[in-house]
């Protein structure tokens, strides 16, 4: 009988039987294998981890504190630089008045606050934070706007000054959902058109706009939101933003206009030359619709003339809510209560008399001022001294020049006769009138009453005398 063939794995099998239920073993390479590595592991050294670190660096010297008397250098380099970014920004003004007033205004803005004032024909240049630009608005009697310089440059063409335009960074100034209106003036100007110029300002404004955000500001020509002033010399441009909205001089509180009125920082700017003081005594014996009156009772009772009305820098971005709230909280405080007041008014118009007293009313101030009927040949002293000033009728007005002819001399006499150890100061276009009145003018002003150039004449008149 041939035999089997062993199988391979019937040693293992037995091996496994005579050892017991043990596993069986990994091949001799493997183990071999394995036990040089095991071996190599416990030959390696183990890790000890280091001392506290603060013992492997070398002793350093404290720091002696600073002396009690000052801050450390880098805190005190902080709080000095905190000063510098909470000082308010200086900005370039220009305020425009009537020819004439210059003076005048140039003294009530330092008085508020202006610096660098310069004067300039039809205005006053300054230099301050946006706040003075409030209080110049708020409390100015003789502006008639207060602009705020962005640009200027030299200039040869359009492309010149729209370039210059465009560099203007106007989003940061108003927002595009704001209307605007471009308004160019020009002296000695090579440009052939102003409208062409016009058009291109607005154009670099919207341009920027439209860059910047990816909107523009619509125009609106009757009421904008936004007024952008250009004034352009032979070779030189300048950009302003009016922060005034409507002309100063439109205070809100004459609701009716006599046939000739007189604009309010005009005559606000008369009674400043006169020297008129409030307590003294004060006549209009040619009131119409009041104006003098008004701004003579304003003076008196410390009432800032811009506390009736809106301007244009609230609806700038810029504008700092809280100090202009702070700063009308205080002129209202700072307002005197109505009374009687040695302020006088009268005109032999029944109609003009009623506008002045309407305009007054409304103004809350008619038991301030003494109205009354009253033709001018017939007047008398309220006072026994004090301030006569008067916008007569003159050939503009009244279109009768014969008529005047014969009023001004017996308005002279009766000047003269009634009214010694007074100042009359009288505004008039008539350039007869210095003839006329046979009184001897001790100073002449010109001013400018709108387009129309004036005089300001002033009589000191003494009794017995035409002087």
């Known amino acids: 009988m041939t035999e089997t063939p062993k199988r391979r794995d019937t040693l293992s099998i037995q091996k496994v039987a005579e050892t ?14 394995n036990l040089e590595r095991d071996r190599t592991l416990k030959q390696k050294p183990e890790y000890k981890k280091p001392e506290k670190a603060v013992h492997d660096k070398p002793d350093t010297p404290k720091r002696k504190p600073p002396p009690k008397d000052r801050a450390p250098r880098p805190e005190r ?14 900005e370039q003004f ?49 502006a008639t706007r207060i602009l705020l310089r962005v640009s200027a440059g030299k200039y040869q063409n359009e492309e010149d000054v729209y370039q210059g335009a465009l560099a203007v960074y106007w989003h940061k100034w108003f927002g595009a959902e704001r209307t605007i209106a471009v308004k160019v003036v020009a002296q000695d100007s090579p440009l052939k058109s102003l409208n062409f110029i016009t058009l291109k300002i607005k154009d670099a404004v919207c341009d920027r706009f439209r860059e910047e955000t ?29 922060t005034s909205g409507e002309p100063l001089y439109k205070r809100g509180l004459r609701k009716q206009s006599g046939v000739a009125p007189i604009n309010e920082n005009l005559a606000a700017g008369i009674l400043k030359l006169a020297g008129w003081k409030p307590g003294e005594a004060l006549y209009d014996p040619m009131c119409g619709s009041g104006t003098f009156l008004l701004e003579a009772v304003q003076m008196a009772l410390n009432i800032a003339p811009g506390l009736g009305r809106g301007f ?33 008014g009268s005109d032999v118009l029944g109609g003009s008399l009623k506008d002045a007293d309407k305009n007054l009313k409304a103004a809350g101030l008619r038991e301030a001022v003494t109205l009354s009927k009253t033709d001018i040949l017939d007047i008398e002293p309220p006072a026994e001294s004090g301030v006569l000033v008067m916008n007569p009728p003159y050939g503009v007005r009244l279109g009768e020049e014969e008529e005047l002819a014969a009023l001004y001399p017996r308005l002279g006499d009766v000047l003269k006769r009634k009214f010694a150890n007074w100042r009359a100061y009288i505004i008039s276009a008539d350039a007869n009138l210095p003839k006329l009145i046979r009184l001897s003018a001790s100073r002449k002003t ?22």
Not at 20 to 33: E, I, L
């Open 94 to 142: 220009f305020a425009t008045c009537p020819r004439g007033l210059e003076n005048p205004l140039a003294e009530e803005l330092i008085a508020l606050g202006a610096e660098n004032v310069e004067k300039t024909g039809g205005g006053v240049g300054f230099f301050g934070p946006m706040a003075v630009c409030y209080a110049a608005n708020l409390h100015s009697r003789l």
């Open 446 to 467: 010109p001013l400018f009453n709108g387009a129309l150039e004036c005089r300001l004449y002033e009589y000191r008149l003494v009794a017995g005398s035409n002087r």
């Open 312 to 344: 244009a820098f609230e609806k700038m971005l810029r504008m700092d809510k809280k100090i202009w709230t702070s700063m009308k909280a205080d002129a209202q405080k700072s307002c005197q209560p109505v009374q009687a007041l040695p302020i006088f």
């Open 20 to 33: 017991g239920d043990r596993k069986p073993s990994r091949p001799a390479t493997s183990r071999k294998v």
């Open 77 to 90: 380099e902080i709080k000095e630089k905190r000063e510098v970014d909470k000082a308010p920004r200086i």
């Open 214 to 242: 990816g909107m523009r500001p619509s125009v609106q020509t009757l009421e904008p939101d936004v007024r952008i002033r250009a004034f352009l010399t032979r070779d030189r441009y300048t950009l302003y933003l009016d």
